[in-house]
Structures are given as C-alpha cells and as structure tokens.
C-alpha cells in the first residue's frame, strides 16, 4: 500500500502559479515556540488590594443590633403590627381547626323511612309525619340575606312565585320568566310539592334555561317528602312561608288557584299568609291568559287584591231595552275571579219589562260584588243642579286609593274582556311605582273611543302617536293611547281619589253659586246630548288641570272594547224639556207628490260609529298585537278639551289662565282676595 504523498498542493498550471511558491521553508522557521508570559501591570494590582481591603473593612464593622425593616420605618406602629399578625396567624390556625372538626354539610336522605308497624297508617302511601327539616332552602335564602338597618328600612322588589304541582308549575313558569327578563321586580321560585324533581330537571322539562329565565329558585320541599302526610306538607309550606317572609321580603305572593293546587299546598298558603302580612295573589285562569301581569312592578301587583270597582248605571225613564243590553254584556264578562259591585239609578217611571228583569237578575251569586237599586221618588223632572247632584251622590269611595267608579251610559255595550283591560291599565297607571309621581294629573280611563267631540258634536280624529318616541324596549309598537281633557259619560272609571276631590268641588261650586246675589251663568260647553254633571266635569278638569286616558286602538280596527248605539238612545232627562220644545220639529215631513218615496232623516242619537266588539274573553289578543308594556304617561299625546293637541307649555299657560277665570266667575274672588287651599287647589274663595 503506497502511503500518500507528501508533496504539497500543486496549483492548476491555468491559474498562473508557479510551484516554487508551494515549496516548504526551512525547518526551523516552522518550529513550534511557546508564549513567554508577562507580569500584570502595577495599577491593576493596586486596585485589586484596595478592593479587598474595603471588602475586609465593611464586614469587619457591620451593625448587629439593627431591627427589622418595618420597625425602622415606624417604631410607633410596631405593637399594632405586631398585634396584628398575631391576631391573624390565630385566626388561620382557628379555620384550620375548625375545618378538621366541622362535620360534612348535611345530606337530604333519598330513601324513604322506616315504617313503624303498629301504626295503622303507614299503610297509606303517604305514611311519614315525622319533624320537619329543609336540607336545600338554607343555601339559596342566604344569598338573600339583607342586614337590618337602623336609619332605613330594607327597600325590597321582590316577587315571590309559588308552587307544589307540578301542573301549576309549569303554568306560571313562562309567567315569571318574562317578568324576570323585564328586570323590573326580583323575582324568585319557591318549589313546596311532593315530588322528587330537580331544579334542573323541571328547567329542562320546561325548555328554559338560567340565561333565558332568570329566575332565583328556592327549593322549600321538606325532607321524605315523598312519602309524607298531608298534615306535614302543611306544616311544611306555612313553615316554609315564614323563612321567605324574613330572608326574602317580598312584596307579595303569586300561585296559582285552588282549582290547580294540592289541597295541603292552598290549606298552608291560607294559614299562614295573613299572619306574615304579605299579600297572596291567586291567578283566576290560566297564566298564558294574563301575561300582562309580567310588566307590573311589585307595587302594582301588591294591591291587586285591594282594587274595588263598582259599576254606576243611569237608567232612561220608561226604556228598557238599552238597559237589558248593557247587563246581559256585564254579566258575560271575566271579573278576574271577583265581580264589582252594581248600582242602578232608576227614573220615577220605570217599564214593568225593566222591573221584571232586575228581579230575576244573576249577578254572580259567589262573588263578593251585590246589587243596589235606587228609585227617585220624586215626580217632576230634574234640573241640571239636581241631576248632577244626583249623579256625584250616587257614589262615594270607602278608600279613595282603592274605590274607583265604573260609569256607563244605557246605550253602552262591552267587550268579555273589558275589565282585564281596566284593571291592567289601573294598576300601570295609579299603583305603580313610577305612576305615582307621573300620574298625578290623571282623572280616570275611558273605555270608548269618541266619535265625536263632546262639546260641538264634529267628527273626531285621534291624534297619531310617534311610535319612536314610545316604542317599547324591543323596539315593538306599544299599545296606542292618548290623553284628552275632556270627560266621558258612556264608559269610563274615575278613580276614588279625583271622585272624592270632586265632591268638594262641586259642594263650594253651588254653595258659592247659592250665595252669589248675581252668579254667572254656567257657560254651555258641552252638548245636551250628555248629561249635565259631565258640564261640572270639565271645570274640574280644566280647573285642576286633569286629563283623561282615552285609547287609540279602536281606530285601528282591530279591537274594540266599548261601543255605543244610537237607536235606543233618550235624551238626558234634564235636557228633555229643551229638546220638545219645538213639536213641529219631530213631525215627519208632508206628503206634496204621493209618488214620491218618503225619506225620514236619520235618527241622530249620539252620532257615535258603532263598532264590532272583540269576543275574547281576555285582552291578551290585543296586547300581543303590540308590546305589552303600556308606554309610560309622559310620552302620550295630550289634548285640550276642545280636542287640539297641545304642548306641555301651552298645558301650563292655559291652566294658570282659566284658573283667574274661573276664580274670578265662579269660585267667589274677587281681586286681592285670598283663596282657601282646600282639595281643590285653592278655586274658591270662601272666606272673603
């Protein structure tokens, strides 16, 4: 094997290198010589002992008696923190104690108890009656817990649902899921029943979920409930109650009726509720059927069962088929599960067909409204001060917060569902939070949409709402209402408090017309075609400055819940004189051509469009046309009593202007005089 050759890299003869610059140099040239090493420079090595020595230095004098850091910074504050951490290593080693001794949180039992065989009962299926425990009500009750006060008291929007079967369950949970979303009250569920069913399950049984009903639940079921007895299912919901009354504070209580509950679940409800004073609610139907109720705020929905109405009906002298008509549609109408009361004002001369009917009249045996009759006895026809005496007497409210009058004309018919439409705007609009510091001014609420103006009988246009301004929070058209100063004598509630104020208006408005030598005469404003209180009734309201709530839906065509018809219709018995006093006007006209047709003029009545009348017996067809929330009052379109849209500024100025005239024509004054602040905002003067 050739070793390889030593010879150095021959460069390509192309590049133009010769060999000789290849060639190896001599041997000692190329010889390996180690580095000679070199002493450090004398100022480095000056610097490294200077280092060193200072090093030695500090050590060698470093303080041992400094004190800790926080001590240095604020000796003052040294016992406090010391005190402090003492305090709160004890406390740590407490809760480590304390979590090695606590026991494991209580387990509701599953399986059912024993049976004790000498007791002839625990045969039955439902067999224990042991001592009561709530296993899962503590843990959702103290999320609720509200510390007293001593300056206020807890201010509270709870609305508490309740229920035991499952079937009353599942019809008030889409009710209370959407009073939940509206975020208008607290709303919590409260489970008291027998079966063993989760939340979670009855959740997904429904198909809602926490995020689409916002709910807080309460599980206030007793433990081997089960298989426990009625008695003890009793004692279980009134016990339970008491726990909902003192973490939770609602403002009332919602289940469903008797008719849909288990009998220990409504026996507890109604033997405890009055002792913890919270109102208890029972729906009347079926939830689907009064989703309004999900916009009413806990306020609201505290009266409900406080709320009184009574029907006043002014009867024609010597008809009775209008009459008739008007019952038999009260009759038929859904009260919420109690009825109104109704009083009827009779003429002296009444038809014996009318008198036959009132007899055999079926007015709700089992509800808690009644039935008056009032005969006037005396024979000559009233004036307009005594048929509008008459008519304010007829009602006074035994609490003007809650008592309001219903009052309707002869030649009225209602829809089934009238009063679910009064009720609901009643409580929005007088009880509810929010209303009772923007509803001052508000007089009552009319059933009927006017065709006509009241006081010159020209047709009647409602004004357009500017849905953009009252859309609901959806962006969804609200209901269509409007405000008018003017009043209504057809059908129309005026609440118990205005009534009342109405009273005192009216005593000093004829006790100063008695004393006046020379008194004003009354300026005729409205027609003759209504009664002649509703003339005393418009001073009140342009003297206080009041208004009425009139609805705008009619217009559309859509739903109607009062109509008035003209064939029946008798001119007001005060009135009667003036609309006979020309005979000649009533004849029929003479026949000049007897091969002519005869053409009689229409009946003119009270020029009002009849209208069909929704059937439903509850207003939810009309609500769910539009949003269910009401829009708030402030954004309504207001009227004068004249029917001219005016503005907030123009309301004022021409209040402070009629009230100077009415003072000085009606109330008394006289200029510089001073006015008694009485219930009517000052009208009258009389003290001077």
Known sequence: MMLPSRRPFLADE????????????????????PKQWKPPRPRRFLLVIAALYFFYLFFKNMPTDLRPAPERFNPAL??????????????????????????PPPISPTGPPERDENDPGSKNEFYYDGRISFFALARSLHQFQRQPSRYERAQSRAVVFAGASLNSVSDLLPLACQMASRRVNEVHFVLMGRDDVSIEGIQRVNGID??????????????????????????????????????LLPQVILTQGESWEDPYFWRGIQSKISDIGVPHVALPSAARDLMWMSTLDSSALRVWNDVEVEIL????????????????????ADYLGGTPSLT??????????LLHFLQSIKWHPHASGKVTLRRRIQPHDMDSVEASLKTVEAFYPRDPTVSHVLVLSPQTELAPSFYHYLVYTLLKYKHSTRAKQLSTKLLGISLELPSSRVTDSEPFEPPEVDSDIISGSNNDETLPLFLWQAPNSNAALYFGDKWAEFHDFLSNRLTIQGFTAQAEPQEKLISKKYPAVMEYLLEFIRGRGYYMLYPTFPAKGTFTLATV??????????????????????????????????TP?????????EKPLSLASTVMPLLERFSLNLPRIDYLPLLSYSGQRVSGQAYSQGLEAYRDLFRARYGGCSEGSSSTETAVGGLFCLDG
């Not at 951490?85 to 080693?93: C, F, T």
């Not at 009906?313 to 008007?326: D, F, T, V």
């Not at 009827?344 to 067909?353: A, K, M, N, T, W």
């Open 565 to 598: 018809h003209n064939e029946l219709y008798h001119v007001p018995e005060e009135f009667a004189q003036d609309s006979s006093s020309d005979p000649l006007a009533s004849l029929p006209e003479e026949i000049d051509d007897p091969t002519k047709p005869l």
């Open 313 to 332: 009906i002014h009867a024609s002298p010597e008809s009775s088929g209008s009459l008739i008509r008007l019952i038999r549609t009260l009759q038929n």
């Open 601 to 609: 003029e229409p009946l003119e009545g009270l020029g009002s469009v």
């Open 210 to 247: 926490d995020a689409e009903c916002p709910v807080n639940w309460h599980d206030a079921r007793p433990d081997y409930a089960p298989w426990s007895t009625d008695a003890r299912m009793e004692r279980a919901v009134a016990a339970s109650l008491s726990y909902i009354r003192s973490y």
């Open 344 to 353: 009827i004002e009779l003429p002296p001369r009444v038809d014996s067909e």
């Open 78 to 103: 040294t016992p406090a923190r010391q005190a402090v951490m003492q305090l709160l290593q004890e406390h740590q080693q407490q809760e480590r104690q304390q979590q090695q001794l606590q026991p």
């Open 14 to 33: 192309e590049l133009g290198k010769k060999d000789d610059d290849h060639r190896p140099r001599s041997g000692r040239a190329s010889q390996w010589r």
